[in-house]
């Protein structure tokens, strides 16, 4: 008996097209899927960036600068970042306020003032401290506009909010006046004969100021070419017996004071000393 071969599997012309037909509509139902992805991921990205646009960036704060200061070192930045009448036009102001006065110290009060020495006038007092830097080297001897009674006439309200310029201007006769100024609108807050001046510290005082050449806006002109920054104190004093100096404090961009000792014949420093805390 004779056996047929194996017929090949053969599909007809109907089972070729519905094959073809299916093929297409897979790639077609791909080509849908691919660019409805595609227009997914544009619309996520587009959300994506307007949502940038409304929100703001997080952004991660830096270490504040007050971090690595000292607590005096805070303290002068506090005071002086307040601060807007600088040294030269609280020196103005403050002989200003004494006809025929002259500076003997000047001071920002806030700024190390435990640290201050005693002042020329014969108060028992310490100084405060405190002042930005001066802008030039002019004597300001000022204009007599107050009136030299015992006690002044205040011409702004005590007790006015920021940092105040704590000035000592004496007479010819070493009679010293207190006037505080305002160092934000520079206004008189106040002036008035230190009553506590006996007559050995009055002679004192009118010694050291006629053996004084050199101006204190001199001093300091002096202390800022040799540290740039901002003068908190310019005080008439003696030198251990060898003359008298004005000494001048400097704080510096690193909120450090450092105190010069400026001979107040000649314009040389006789000391430096920086303060580090």
Request: proline share 5%; aromatic share 2%; with cysteine.
């Amino acid at each position: 008996m004779r056996l047929d071969p194996r017929r090949k599997n053969r599909h007809s012309p109907r089972s070729r097209n519905l094959k073809v037909t299916g093929a297409a509509a897979c790639v077609a139902a791909a080509a849908l899927l691919l660019t409805a992805c595609g227009q997914s991921s544009d619309k996520a990205t587009s959300a994506a960036t307007e949502a940038a646009k409304v929100l703001p960036q997080k952004t991660t704060a830096s270490p504040s600068a007050t971090a690595d200061l000292t607590e005096a070192q805070q303290e002068r930045k506090r005071v002086l970042d307040a601060t807007e009448v600088t040294f030269d036009d609280a020196a103005t102001t403050a002989v200003g306020e004494v006809a025929g006065g002259k500076l003997v110290d000047l001071d920002l009060e806030g700024v190390d003032d435990d640290d201050r020495d005693e002042s020329p006038s014969a108060t028992g007092t310490g100084s405060p401290t405190g002042s930005p830097s001066p802008t030039d080297a002019a004597s300001p001897t000022g204009s007599p506009t107050g009136s030299p009674t015992a006690t002044g006439s205040p011409t702004a309200s005590p007790g006015a909010a920021g940092p105040v310029w704590v000035a000592e201007v004496a007479e010819k006769d070493g009679t010293v006046h207190t006037v505080r100024i305002n160092a934000v609108d520079g206004k008189v807050i106040d002036a008035r004969v230190d009553e506590d001046q006996d007559d050995q510290g009055k002679q004192q005082t009118a010694r050291w100021l006629s053996e004084a050449t050199q101006t204190p806006e001199q001093a300091a002109k002096v202390a800022t070419e040799k540290k740039k920054g901002t003068v908190t104190s310019v005080s008439l004093d003696d030198n251990d017996g060898n003359g008298v100096i004005w000494s001048v404090d400097v704080v510096g961009s690193d909120w450090k004071k450092t105190t010069f000792d400026v001979d107040a014949k000649n314009d040389t420093i006789v000391r430096e000393e920086t303060d580090n805390d």
